[in-house]
């Protein structure tokens, strides 16, 4: 009997888990992606790369305020792997939260695409996707838009790790994740569209076309590069405290003492 109530409990707790994923990275993609599509260049009143950027930024931030305390927060592929890379996420969650989140990623898409697809004559362009060479925002080549994913995406995992390690503030995490994704807009829309996500990514490639799905690669695998190298540059950095800090608590030890 005992074993039949943990195991439903394991299971409640996958599922919510999941449920928050798929609800965070749906926000993610709508929001960030519908900033792009619906109001970017709005007629004399477009928000602009700027406001774009401030739009993905503020999905994680709200989202890690409303679901991270269930599932983490991820809503990214890349995040959920330099997680585990980094051994802060379990094995049994890695599979369930990109599937999670690829699906909502899709589905995401799919509701913009209807939104977007009422005004007469809208034409879907680029919907948002990301891309290199001709697709690329400022026809950046392959090697530039490889390298500036897997930078990004680096200190995006860099920055969500040090922000939730021992000894961050508590409470705050949110925020400077929620300021980092903004920052990397602000710098790389002009060259891929931003990605640091493949499911972000799969999404609007699905409904722009078979160039943007031919493309699609580079946005998994440079994310998942940068994602991986974050992870295992965080473990080492935040295996235990840098000496000052060791000298710092001696003392402050001692002189309790």
């Known amino acids: 009997m005992y074993r039949q109530e943990q195991m ?11 449920a928050a994923e798929f609800f965070g990275t749906f926000w993610l993609v709508f929001a960030g992606c519908g900033s792009a599509v619906l109001a970017a260049a709005f007629p004399a009143l477009g928000i602009g790369f700027t406001g774009v950027s401030l739009a993905f930024g503020l999905t994680v931030l709200s989202m890690a305020y409303a679901v991270g305390h269930i599932s983490g927060g991820h ?12 051994g802060k996420c379990a094995n049994k969650h890695v599979v369930p939260y990109i599937v999670a989140q690829v699906v909502a990623a899709v589905i995401a898409a799919g509701v913009l695409w209807v939104i977007a697809s009422g005004k007469p004559g809208w034409q879907p362009e680029g919907f948002a996707s990301n891309g290199y060479g001709a697709l690329s925002p400022g026809k ?5 838009c490889f390298l500036t994913e897997v930078i990004m995406t680096f200190f995006f995992l860099f920055v969500i790790i040090g922000s939730t390690s021992k ?6 995490a949110g925020i400077p994740i929620g300021l980092a994704l903004t920052l990397i807009h602000l710098v790389s829309i002009p060259v891929t569209n931003t990605s640091v996500n493949p499911a972000r990514s799969t999404g609007p490639a699905l409904f722009a076309g078979s160039d943007h799905l031919g493309q699609l690669w580079l946005f998994w695998v440079a994310p998942i590069i940068g994602a991986v190298l974050a992870g295992f540059v965080s473990r080492w950095l935040h295996s235990e405290a840098p000496p000052d800090t060791l000298v710092v608590e001696k003392t402050s030890r001692i002189s309790r003492a």
Request: net charge negative; aromatic share 12%; hydrophobic share 45%.
């Open 8 to 18: 439903t409990e394991m299971q409640d707790d996958i599922a919510r888990r999941v």
């Open 75 to 86: 809503f990214n592929p890349a995040v959920t792997i330099g997680l585990w890379s980094a």
């Open 140 to 144: 950046y080549g392959l090697g530039s």
């Open 167 to 172: 000894g961050a503030a508590t409470g705050f």
